[in-house]
């Protein structure tokens, strides 16, 4: 049975598809749903939820995931900056911050700033405060090493054209250099902020008010009085309403800013004549 | 003339590597001054030293009576009259012509909106491309992009304007769009230091050639006789090589 080199990859893929659909047919008959429905679906328990799981928990959620980043971005730029001086002190510094916070897990940060800072230190933050600095803290760090791989991917001959235009190192570096570097990463910047939005979820070892729940504490508190799992499913689901449009941002960003990233010595090659 | 470039006993090394061991040269206001030689001979090196883009490890740089080598001095100050021409161009990616030509004169010489814009339609007109004011780099060719890169830097007003392999990056049939501008630049009487491969440009527009190898000027004078005339063999040699490139074999025992 001698078949061509066509054939056989279509043998292999047929083989493949075969497989994946009996695994779903296993797996699908394998599930008791009915307690699959019971447990997760009722239509009452989750009817329960509404409007506060929208209003309060995604609310909450995507403010604090955007304060979060909004500190992470700014301190992590610093931080990079820092990572690349000339000056010994400063790259330390920043390096041991990074390599403190982006190893040791968030929910330790959460409980050093929710109480071991307000003991040691005698002030009080409130709920947005303490997220805004935990979640900063820890994304600053990740955001750091991003933000440097951005700066230094930005090509050399365009801090020399800015210098020999008289621009003072500081100047070419916030004019020309970091907004090119962060239309470069963009995408990881976004995956980021996802990351972000999901550590918000340790809001729940604050103890907060109310109304400063976020998604997964209205989850967890509905759960209690729920006789099912429904409440863990809407709330999974609003934070894929929140993370599935920021990927899909991310690619669109990439896709648009992949073609503009031009006049590096690499693409000079390409003539566009208009 | 008054003499506007003033450099002696130039040296440049990285690490262990001598590239530039004892350049001396004067250049007067309104003088082009082309620079030839084999790749490695440190005219690329020379040039960058002008305007400090390489801290040279001895000797004086003086432009327009500044010396850029003295420690204390405002080297942005004197950066802004000493245009830079990219072999790469080096055009802001981010920015649109239009932008790329305004940033420095705003941010750096502080001239307001209208009037930056004002200088930058003038040299836009200047290298023939007025009508490419709101394209984005990417969408010029590599000619277009590098004279928009040289009117960018003519938008500063300088006194001196330095071009380093201006024309290498390009293609061929476009090589010849920047040389005119430059010979035009010339023509108007701007003090020009050019680092090139083009004899023909060299030949006709420069006042004066200076052949380096190795770290040191070993030829100089008159376009006509440092390319007409060589008195050195390894001018003649180099010469030889970048005419009539297909006369040499690969195992050629002088390159």
Known sequence: ???????????????????????????????????????????????????????????????YAALGFAVGLGLGLVLALMRMSSVGPYRWLATAYIEFFRGVPALLVFIAFGFGVPLAFQIRFDTYSTVALSLGLVGAAYMAETIRA?????????????????????????????????????????????????????????????DEYELTKIGREALNVSP????????????????????QLSRYLERRTGGRRISSPESTGLEVKA | MSVLVEISG?????????????????????????????????????????NLLEEPTGGRVVVDGVELTDPDVDIDAARRRIGMVFQQFNLFSHLSV??????????????????AERVARENLARVGLAEKIDAMPGQLSGGQQQRVAIARSLSMAPELMLFDEPTSALDPELVGDVLGVMRQLADEGMTMMVVTHEMQFAREVADRVLFMDGGVVVEEGPADEVIGEPRHERTRTFLSRVLDPTHHGPGDPTS
């Open chain 1, 1 to 63: 049975m001698a078949l061509s080199k066509r054939r056989r990859a279509q043998v292999v893929r047929g083989v493949q598809y075969g497989v994946l659909v009996v695994a779903a047919v296993a797996l699908a008959l394998a599930v008791d749903w009915q307690q699959v429905r019971h447990a997760f679906l009722d239509a009452d328990a989750a009817g329960r939820l509404f409007p506060g799981i929208i209003l309060t928990g995604l609310k909450n959620t995507l403010v």
């Open chain 2, 10 to 50: 130039l040296r440049k090394a990285f690490g262990p590597l001598q590239v530039l061991r004892g350049i001396d040269l004067t250049v007067s206001r309104g003088e082009v001054v082309c620079v030839i030689g084999p790749s490695g001979s440190g005219k690329s090196t020379l040039l960058r030293c002008v």
């Open chain 1, 228 to 247: 099912n799992l429904t409440p863990i499913l809407v709330a999974g689901l609003c934070y894929l309403i929140i993370t599935i449009p920021l990927s």
């Open chain 2, 98 to 115: 239009l932008d790329n030509l305004t940033i420095a004169q705003r941010k750096v010489l502080r001239r307001g909106r209208a009037e």
């Open chain 1, 150 to 210: 951005g700066i230094q991917a930005v090509p050399k001959g365009q801090v020399e054209a800015a210098r020999s235009l008289g621009m003072p190192a500081g100047m070419a570096m916030f004019t020309i250099v970091i907004p090119q570097a962060f239309r470069i990463i963009l995408p990881p910047l976004t995956n980021e902020l996802i990351l972000l939005t999901k550590d918000s979820s340790l809001v729940y070892l604050l103890g907060v008010a109310r």
